[in-house]
């Protein structure tokens, strides 16, 4: 957290299953690192297939401090065809939603 990292991520179109983006507000400059948590961050979650069919998917976290890198990555998917669900989340909102997938909902 708290620093840009470059990285190539490898995965056949076909593969990716679901992208999911939860965007938060921006967790400002001047806050202190210590005190953020992946609850404060705006997340990317992409499940792609197993090629070895041993569990349903893989889901790949990116997470940002920032809305704007994950609004980039979803256009930039958009661009080449993979569709994107977003959605803008608060606190209370994003507690909701982690109930819910924790009771299978």
């Known amino acids: ?3 840009d990292e470059e990285f190539i991520w490898v995965c056949d179109r076909d593969d990716i299953q679901e992208v999911c983006i939860y965007l ?3 967790v400002p400059d001047d806050t202190d690192r210590s005190w953020i948590s992946e609850n ?3 997340l990317a979650i992409v499940r792609t297939s197993d090629p070895y069919e041993i569990v349903p998917c893989f889901e790949h976290v990116f997470s940002s401090d920032k809305s704007y890198y994950l609004r980039a990555l979803e256009k ?3 661009r080449i065809g993979i569709p994107v ?3 803008v989340e608060t606190p209370e909102t994003r507690k909701l939603r982690h109930i819910r997938y924790s009771v299978g909902g």
């Open 76 to 78: 930039g998917l958009q």
């Open 24 to 26: 938060m507000p921006d």
């Open 40 to 42: 404060d961050l705006s």
């Open 1 to 3: 957290m708290g620093a």
């Open 85 to 87: 669900t977003s959605e």
